[in-house]
């Protein structure tokens, strides 16, 4: 079978593409019945959210207790969600960052899809647009790299993730650590990077980056790279 | 916000990203359903798209969604037996032909069916149908040639059998 004919195949298979009758119609009904209720969901939400306020600001010594707030800006968080098609919960952004003109966003990915290790996806947004799935795959915390004993005894509380995104010539890492440890990218320090962090680079071959974990005492470990670490497109 | 732009792209473009929706699904309801969401998300930023190349970013979003819906757990692969051949030549003979064909791709798992319209419909380079999926270049090549490897035999059976009546 040549490329030709599974091309004609796949096109009888296609049909004729005869659209169910007022497509545009329905759809423009039902976009605008979705947004009156996101603005109802919105604003009951908002006034939970200043009832709560006031209550706790009347009980003495009270305050709400804080959910995980995003670590995204209100707007990139819309992007996020409008290029993933759901809600997208504070705690599934494992990183996030800007890398030139672009926003990277690793996402954990949702928990009951067996494997080991933890796996991270990929999503960037460019000028205002919705977020765009880049790598969906990318496996994170899966163990150490020979030898490095420092980092086989902290691996039980989480290691760290990092990806290095290539574009236009340019090459950016977005790292990631546990709260209380610091980055260093190709050892320079790039400070504490709970939410990610990002760091421009000058790497020939991007694979050679090497990205270090600084515990709080002093001794570190670097993040092994992981298959596919390296994005490009 | 222009209706009336959106609804002559939809007629415009609509066919295309439905005939693309079904491959892409191998069931033409479940496509149907799948366009029609993708549209609601996509209508509301409408007025920036349309100065941009609407079809391509309506097609990325059905990918996308189809993705993600693979994903769901609520998300059943449902695997067919592949009907048997119907006698060609009329119009109810294509359309039975066609299931026949549909019955193949779904029998393909859902990734591997992406890649093969991707690389073999759309006619996507191995680079641009990973950016698409969002998967490595590698897993796109052996995707493309287990999953074209896939369709001509179960194409082949089907036809085999035809031929042996």
């Known amino acids: ?225 992981q298959p596919g670490i390296v994005l490009g497109g | 916000m222009s209706g009336d732009d959106f609804t002559a792209f939809v007629a415009h473009s609509g066919p295309r990203l439905l005939r693309y929706a079904v491959l892409l699904c191998g069931d033409r309801g479940e496509a149907e359903d799948l366009l029609q969401e993708t549209l609601i998300r996509v209508y509301p930023r409408w007025h920036r798209l349309r100065e941009q190349q609407p079809e391509a970013y309506v097609r990325r979003a059905l990918t996308n969604r189809a993705v993600s819906r693979w994903r769901s757990p609520w998300h059943r692969r449902r695997v067919d037996g592949v009907p048997e051949r119907p006698v060609p030549g009329d119009e109810l003979g294509r359309a039975d032909d066609r299931q026949v064909l549909l019955a193949a791709l779904r029998s393909l798992p859902d990734r591997m069916r992406a890649v093969v319209v991707l690389r073999y419909w759309l006619g996507c380079t191995e680079q641009e149908a990973a950016a698409e999926l969002g998967c490595s270049v590698g897993s796109v090549k052996s995707q493309a040639s287990r999953g074209l490897a896939r369709l001509r035999a179960t194409v082949g059976t089907a036809t085999a059998q035809e031929a042996g009546r």
């Open chain 1, 1 to 225: 079978m040549r490329d030709d004919d599974v091309r004609a195949l796949l096109d009888r298979a296609a049909g004729p593409g005869d659209l169910p009758p007022d497509l545009a119609g329905t759809v423009v009904t039902a976009a605008r019945a979705r947004r009156r209720r996101r603005v109802a969901v919105a604003a009951v939400a908002a006034v939970l959210a200043v009832a709560g306020g006031v209550t706790a600001a009347l009980r003495p010594g009270g305050a709400p207790a804080p959910g995980p707030a995003s670590v995204l800006a209100p707007a990139d968080q819309e992007l996020l969600e409008a290029g993933v098609g759901s809600p997208v919960p504070a705690e599934r952004i494992v990183a996030a960052g800007r890398a030139g003109d672009e926003s990277i966003v690793a996402l954990d990915r949702p928990p009951g899809e067996g494997r080991s290790g933890k796996v991270a996806e990929v999503w960037v947004s460019r000028g205002g647009r919705p977020y765009e799935l880049l790598r969906d795959h990318l496996v994170y915390d899966g163990g150490c790299l020979t030898g490095d004993a420092v980092c086989a005894e902290v691996a039980p509380t989480g290691l760290g993730m990092y990806l290095v995104r290539k574009r236009d010539g340019r090459v950016f890492v977005l790292a990631q650590a546990p709260a209380g440890r610091t980055v260093a990218v190709d050892g320079r320090p790039a400070g504490p990077a709970p939410h990610g962090v990002v760091v421009p680079v000058e790497a020939a071959d991007p694979w050679e980056v090497q990205v270090h974990v600084v515990l709080p005492d002093g001794r570190r470990y670097r993040l092994p790279p």
